[in-house]
């Protein structure tokens, strides 16, 4: 199986900070990587798909980036309904894991 | 308006079985490959199978590969999965998903289903 390594596994930031998330796979998986928002309680939300395509109605300035082994989600400029815990998943080979996620917490 | 509707979560004793089911609702059902990801109190998301559009190929996590079985009915607009040999690590909120038009990613969700382990 891929394994899905993401890092940090957690971050502080303030309202307007660039925020990037890092998710390394333990073998090549091209393209096929997503990037999901979580907030406490609630379903996940596809933000990103196939590495770098904005899910309709994801606000710009999420955006993903990254091939092969390593890939980056950056938030440009924090909002506080942003405020959550983030993941990475890889859907190149079954099955398709996430990564450990990375929750992105108020400074 | 997508809708994914989960039940029969509940509390079970250690080896016992439960049958999850997500009523789907919204879109085209039978055009979609679907999917189950669960996850554990308090720890991150775990995929645990899919299911292809027609129904004749499916997918496990290691972790449950020979316990759980993934199904669905295309008439009934229905996606299932039977649960058996329970262990107290399968204790989580189960969610159905539905893939992306094209893709094996999830991009509707359910609101889940928790079921509890324990004797």
């Known amino acids: 199986d891929i394994q899905m390594t993401q890092s940090p596994s957690s971050v502080s930031a303030s309202v307007g900070d660039r925020v990037t998330i890092t998710c390394r796979a333990s073998q090549g998986i091209s393209s096929w990587l997503a990037w999901y928002q979580q907030k406490p309680g609630k379903a996940p939300k596809l933000l990103i798909y196939a590495a770098f395509s904005l899910q309709s109605g994801v606000p710009s300035r999420f955006s993903g980036s990254g091939s092969g082994t390593d890939f980056t989600l950056t938030i440009s400029s924090l909002q506080p309904e942003d405020f959550a815990t983030y993941y990475c998943?890889?859907?190149?080979?079954?099955?398709?894991?996430f990564g450990g996620g990375t929750k992105v917490e108020i400074k | 308006e997508v809708q994914l509707s989960e039940s029969g979560g509940g509390l079970v004793q250690p080896g016992g079985s439960l049958r999850l089911s997500c009523a789907a609702s919204g879109f085209t059902f039978r055009s979609y490959a679907m999917g189950w990801v669960r996850q554990a109190p308090g720890k991150g998301l775990e995929w645990v199978s899919g299911?292809?559009?027609?129904?004749?190929?499916?997918y496990y996590a290691d972790s449950v590969k020979g316990q759980f079985t993934i199904s669905r009915d295309n008439s009934k607009n229905t996606l299932d999965l039977q649960m058996n040999s329970l262990r107290a690590e399968d204790t989580a909120v189960y969610y159905c998903a539905k893939t992306l038009s094209g893709w094996y990613y999830f991009d509707s969700w359910g609101q889940g289903t928790l079921v509890t382990v324990s004797s």
């Open positions: 299911i292809s559009a027609s129904g004749g190929t499916t």
């Open positions: 998943q890889q859907a190149n080979s079954f099955p398709h894991t």
